[in-house]
């Protein structure tokens, strides 16, 4: 089974503050993603790499960076952290084969709490 | 451009009834459809997809969905609910090598 491991389960920072999401998959997918889920506005991609050292804009990347220096780990980076980023983070992954249709396969997700 | 509309933010049913959860997409290729199911606390896990075989698609627990082309529907019904089954749906649209689309997603809600 893939599976997607997030190494923070509950966090809470204060504003300013700089925070770390950690993302590992052990199924050498390429594909790695970042999304931010908030009451009523479903998934929204925040960021996502298609190869080591490779890195996309997302929907909303605006306030947060990413790290992919190996394959299975991608880092979610808040520089400053402000409230509302406050909010419940998804890291997920999927392979790049040829025969994908784009499954997604999710970790537990962070919560992070900015006061 | 592909996008997903998920009709109905929240329903509710009762123990043993119809569960039917709808979503329309948009999309200017084929789609790739997914349903995704989010209990609390938890990520999201995979209930079924469709990836142009066979219109309808079992997925697990019980749940499934037909692909309607001439409707832009992909709706997730489930002919008995139980109460083990309240939980967040998401429904989703890709294609291959690119970030999926997802729905705003609906609540259900399994009264006894």
């Known amino acids: 089974d893939v599976k997607v491991t997030q190494s923070s389960r509950y966090l809470v920072k204060r504003t300013g503050e700089k925070v770390f999401l950690e993302c590992v998959q052990d199924?050498?997918?390429?594909?790695m993603f970042w999304y931010r889920q908030d009451p009523g506005l479903g998934l929204r991609l925040i960021y996502f790499s298609y190869d080591v050292k490779m890195k996309e804009k997302g929907d909303i990347p605006e306030g947060y960076s990413v790290s992919r220096e190996k394959k299975e780990r991608f880092s979610l980076i808040l520089e400053s952290a402000s409230t509302n980023q406050t909010s419940m983070y998804l890291c997920a992954s999927s392979s790049r084969a040829y025969s994908n249709t784009g499954e997604l396969f999710f970790g537990e997700g962070s919560r992070l709490t900015v006061l | 451009a592909q996008s997903v509309t998920q009709l109905g933010s929240h329903v509710s049913v009762s123990e043993g009834a119809l569960v039917l959860l709808r979503c329309n997409y948009s999309?200017?290729?084929?789609?790739?459809l997914f349903w995704y199911v989010q209990y609390p606390n938890q990520g999201l896990q995979l209930l079924l997809k469709y990836t142009s075989a066979a219109t309808l698609v079992k997925g697990i627990n019980g749940f499934e969905a037909e692909f309607k082309k001439s409707e832009t529907s992909f709706h997730l019904t489930k002919p008995s609910a139980h109460m083990s089954d309240a939980a967040e749906y998401f429904c989703?649209?890709?294609?291959?090598?690119?970030?999926?689309?997802f729905g705003k997603g609906t609540t259900l809600s399994v009264s006894s």
């Open positions: 989703a649209v890709g294609k291959a090598g690119t970030a999926l689309i």
């Open positions: 199924m050498d997918h390429e594909n």
């Open positions: 999309s200017s290729v084929p789609p790739y």
